[in-house]
């Protein structure tokens, strides 16, 4: 038996939370291990090969294995997998580019069998997980897991549409729409927990290959509701900066005169995930998000938003709003999940007003979302 350890055992004790919680990846040191006849790259706690519950099984514990080489695009991805009930996140990623950075990703709260959310579709954008973007009931699933025995897991991928298997022979989980722009790549399979803890599974039988005549995608979507009325669909977004920057109650116009904007599209649900971008890190956290609305005459509006996980709020340079809604901010049991969830009345000059929103990410989903839903006699432009 052969057992791999990372190099850098002090940033994985910290909990390794890439798909489940969109920490960055640490960069651990790789070691290589041959699993179902192909190496996989270790970055992980701890890896091996060993016999559990009468199988051969590699055992993650807290990280990750890459099977580097799978350029994996349309087709089927399919394994079993056993763990314990204790909190943590199972699961695999797919298409993911060499950089470990961008990948489509499902996984499993072992912790919450039978509850709406015991599954999750999320994508990953620059090493940020959108767990809190992407909370629906397709997104979301309601399943059994079954503990200390091996649940079957299947995957069948076609073009932008994907349907999971759990435990079934129909799918649980339908997504018509996978986020990211990837069309081929990586596979990677994980175990973690959050921080201060550690995550162990068991996978064996894992196969991919490509589609077969069989091979066909059958789920369907579940009803959503429709995206707020008024949802503004695009916003310029700047290069990420440090969230000290901006916490004056005036924002000087020399600190946005010169910034290098990217328009960026909300996604279908109308929140924009900004982490599609660019990356933040520990000193850079923050991006602003910009609209203008254009007014014949002098008004009050009333705009509704959402943001993850900290936003301050300036309309023509001034102040108007801060708050935080981050994982845990505001109690033990807040997710922080984003919706148009705050409401404030935007005092519009005649003419031209530049709404910015600053918005600060720690991980799970760097976002921002806003709608007017009154929009007579006004245009607004990103």
């Given at each position: 038996?052969?057992?791999?350890?990372?190099?850098?055992?002090?940033?994985?004790?910290?909990?390794?939370?890439?798909?489940a919680?969109?920490?960055?990846q640490?960069q651990?040191?790789?070691?290589?291990?041959?699993?179902?006849?192909?190496?996989?790259t270790?970055?992980?706690l701890?890896?091996?090969?060993?016999?559990?519950?009468?199988?051969?099984a590699?055992?993650?514990?807290?990280?990750?294995?890459?099977?580097?080489?799978?350029?994996?695009?349309?087709g089927?991805?399919?394994?079993?997998?056993?763990?314990?009930?204790?909190?943590?996140?199972?699961?695999?990623?797919?298409?993911?580019?060499?950089?470990?950075?961008?990948?489509?990703?499902?996984?499993?709260?072992?912790?919450?069998s039978?509850?709406r959310?015991?599954i999750?579709?999320?994508?990953?954008e620059?090493?940020n997980?959108?767990?809190?973007?992407?909370?629906?009931a397709n997104?979301n699933?309601?399943v059994?897991?079954?503990y200390d025995?091996?649940?079957?897991?299947?995957?069948v991928?076609?073009?932008?549409?994907a349907?999971l298997?759990?435990?079934s022979?129909?799918?649980?989980?339908?997504?018509?729409?996978?986020?990211?722009?990837?069309?081929?790549?990586?596979?990677h399979?994980?175990?973690?927990?959050?921080?201060?803890?550690?995550?162990?599974?068991?996978?064996?039988?894992?196969?991919?290959?490509?589609?077969?005549?069989?091979?066909?995608?059958?789920?369907?979507s579940?009803?959503?509701?429709?995206?707020?009325?008024?949802?503004?669909?695009?916003?310029?977004?700047?290069?990420?900066f440090?969230e000290?920057?901006?916490?004056?109650?005036?924002?000087?116009?020399?600190?946005?005169a010169?910034?290098?904007?990217?328009?960026?599209?909300?996604e279908?649900?109308?929140?924009?995930?900004?982490?599609?971008?660019?990356?933040?890190?520990?000193?850079?956290?923050?991006?602003?998000?910009?609209?203008?609305?254009?007014?014949?005459?002098a008004r009050?509006v009333?705009?509704?938003?959402?943001?993850?996980?900290?936003?301050?709020?300036?309309?023509?340079?001034?102040?108007?709003?801060?708050g935080?809604a981050?994982?845990?901010?505001?109690?033990?049991?807040?997710y922080?999940?984003?919706g148009?969830?705050?409401?404030?009345?935007?005092?519009?000059q005649?003419?031209?007003?530049?709404i910015?929103?600053?918005?600060?990410?720690?991980?799970?989903?760097?976002?921002?979302?806003?709608?007017?839903?009154?929009?007579?006699g006004?245009?607004?432009?990103p």
């Amino acid at each position: 038996m052969r057992i791999f350890r990372s190099g850098i055992l002090g940033v994985l004790a910290l909990g390794i939370c890439v798909g489940a919680y969109g920490l960055a990846q640490a960069q651990t040191s790789e070691d290589t291990l041959e699993f179902e006849g192909q190496d996989w790259t270790v970055r992980a706690l701890s890896a091996d090969m060993l016999q559990y519950m009468g199988r051969s099984a590699l055992h993650i514990n807290q990280g990750q294995v890459w099977l580097e080489t799978a350029d994996f695009s349309d087709g089927v991805i399919e394994f079993d997998v056993a763990y314990t009930m204790n909190r943590g996140f199972v699961g695999v990623g797919f298409r993911s580019n060499a950089e470990h950075s961008n990948y489509e990703e499902f996984y499993f709260r072992t912790h919450l069998s039978g509850q709406r959310d015991a599954i999750q579709y999320t994508p990953v954008e620059n090493r940020n997980s959108a767990w809190q973007i992407f909370t629906d009931a397709n997104a979301n699933t309601k399943v059994y897991q079954e503990y200390d025995q091996w649940n079957h897991v299947k995957i069948v991928v076609i073009g932008d549409k994907a349907d999971l298997y759990f435990n079934s022979n129909t799918p649980v989980t339908h997504i018509d729409d996978l986020k990211t722009d990837l069309k081929r790549g990586g596979i990677h399979l994980h175990s973690y927990a959050g921080a201060g803890m550690r995550k162990s599974a068991y996978f064996t039988n894992f196969l991919h290959r490509p589609l077969t005549s069989d091979d066909k995608i059958v789920g369907t979507s579940k009803p959503v509701a429709d995206t707020p009325k008024g949802s503004i669909g695009r916003w310029h977004v700047s290069p990420p900066f440090q969230e000290a920057d901006v916490q004056d109650v005036t924002l000087e116009d020399a600190m946005i005169a010169d910034l290098a904007w990217q328009v960026l599209e909300s996604e279908t649900n109308g929140i924009a995930n900004l982490s599609k971008l660019g990356a933040r890190d520990s000193t850079n956290n923050t991006v602003f998000v910009k609209t203008t609305i254009h007014v014949d005459e002098a008004r009050r509006v009333e705009f509704k938003f959402g943001y993850s996980d900290r936003v301050r709020l300036f309309v023509n340079g001034q102040f108007v709003y801060g708050g935080g809604a981050g994982f845990r901010s505001r109690d033990l049991r807040f997710y922080g999940t984003v919706g148009t969830f705050d409401t404030v009345g935007l005092d519009l000059q005649a003419g031209e007003n530049v709404i910015l929103a600053a918005v600060s990410e720690n991980f799970g989903g760097w976002a921002f979302t806003g709608a007017v839903e009154d929009q007579t006699g006004l245009t607004i432009t990103p």
